[in-house]
Every structure is written in C-alpha cells, then in structure tokens.
C-alpha cells in the first residue's frame, strides 16, 4: 500500500520547538518532490516548504523563512519539517505530500500523494 504518515505534532509553548516526519511506504521518496502544507479551520491548505528530488528547497510561507526547515533522508525514506520559534499562529493540521515532478512546488493541487495530517498547537 502507497502511503505517507506524518508524525511529531504536539502541544508546544510559544517558542518552543518540534520536528514533524513523514514516512513513506510503497513508494521511493528519492524519486519524487515533497512538501509540507498547513490548513486553518475554515481555511484552504496552505503551503509551507516544499524540496525537490535533488534537494532543493523552496519557502512557501513567508511567516516560516528562518524559522522552519525541511529535509529529507532517502535512505529512510522519509521527510521532515523542523518548526523552531513556534508562534501561536501555526495552530494548524500539518500534512506531507509527495509528487514525481511539480511546476509549483507549492501548490497543493499539485501533489498526488497525502499524509493523513498530524495537529500542532502553539498555546501557553
């Protein structure tokens, strides 16, 4: 079965710190570009970073530039998203996709393969 599961998401304080992971199955991470996406409640999926499959990583958000870095390990086939300085504002379901090839790396339309979501929330 063809999947990704994302993992890490917590209750953290503001400016507190926490590491999502995706783990694939089924598929060859090293094959294909990932991204990170956050949705709101009431809100379109957003995206967060996303990294092609020779590693180059692009900011979706400009919220997150300096605080939020994505990286990959093929050889574990899986993906993940540090959060530093967490804020009150990335309250959010987080959730990995997986493509072969993307013009927009940041369009969530994009994507072909979805996690099911992990929740963060940034509260005192």
């Known amino acids: 079965q063809k999947q990704l599961v994302e993992s890490g998401g917590d209750l953290v304080q503001p400016g507190g710190s926490l590491r999502l992971s995706c783990a694939a199955s089924?598929?060859?991470?090293?094959?294909?570009?990932i991204g990170w996406f956050r949705q709101f409640p009431g809100k379109e999926r957003e995206g967060v970073s996303s990294?092609?499959?020779?590693?180059?990583?692009?900011t979706c958000a400009d919220s997150v530039k300096g605080r939020f870095t994505i990286a990959r390990h093929d050889a574990k086939n899986t993906f993940y998203l540090q959060m530093d300085g967490l804020r009150p504002e990335d309250t959010a379901r987080y959730y990995c996709?997986?493509?072969?090839?993307?013009?927009?790396?940041?369009?969530?339309?994009?994507?072909?393969?979805w996690g099911q979501g992990t929740q963060v929330t940034v509260s005192s």
């Open positions: 990294i092609s499959r020779t590693g180059t990583s692009t």
């Open positions: 089924g598929i060859a991470l090293r094959y294909y570009a």
């Open positions: 996709a997986a493509v072969i090839n993307s013009p927009n790396p940041c369009d969530h339309g994009t994507y072909f393969y």
